[in-house]
Nanobody, 121 residues
Framework: QVQLVESGGGLVQAGGSLRLSCVASGRIFSINVMGWYRQAPGKERELVGS???????NYADAVKGRFTISRDSAKNTVYLQMNSLKPEDTAVYYC???????????????WGQGTQVTVSS
């Protein structure tokens, strides 16, 4: 069993900051890409940013320069530092990990339960 648990969401005023964390636990052999997605009401889930095991990052245009993704591979943890938040950043933020539970498994995607981020104007 693998679990991804997010934390750090909440209510913040526009211009403020939040830091999200996501810990992957359970039977894990290796994690490749970890990332953050978000879904606003009435909209599709979209990629916010991702980070490979080698540290390469990728961001959605809407968050470039404001959000920073990082990871601690020893702790199977990924972070999302969100600065200069805008009301349009309001969404449920989901953690995603592409991982293997055992050495000869294929890579599979796992999701957290989501954490709400609300930015007031």
């Amino acid at each position: 069993q693998v679990q991804l648990v997010e934390s750090g969401g909440g209510l913040v005023q526009a211009g403020g900051s939040l830091r999200l964390s996501c810990v992957a636990s359970g039977r894990i052999f290796s994690i490749n890409v970890m990332g953050w997605y978000r879904q606003a009401p009435g909209k599709e889930r979209e990629l916010v940013g991702s980070i490979t095991s080698g540290g390469q990052t990728n961001y959605a245009d809407a968050v470039k320069g404001r959000f920073t993704i990082s990871r601690d591979s020893a702790k199977n943890t990924v972070y999302l530092q969100m600065n200069s938040l805008k009301p349009e950043d309001t969404a449920v933020y989901y953690c995603n990990a592409d991982l293997k539970r055992y050495r000869f498994d294929s890579w599979s995607a796992y999701w957290g339960q989501g954490t709400q981020v609300t930015v007031s104007s």
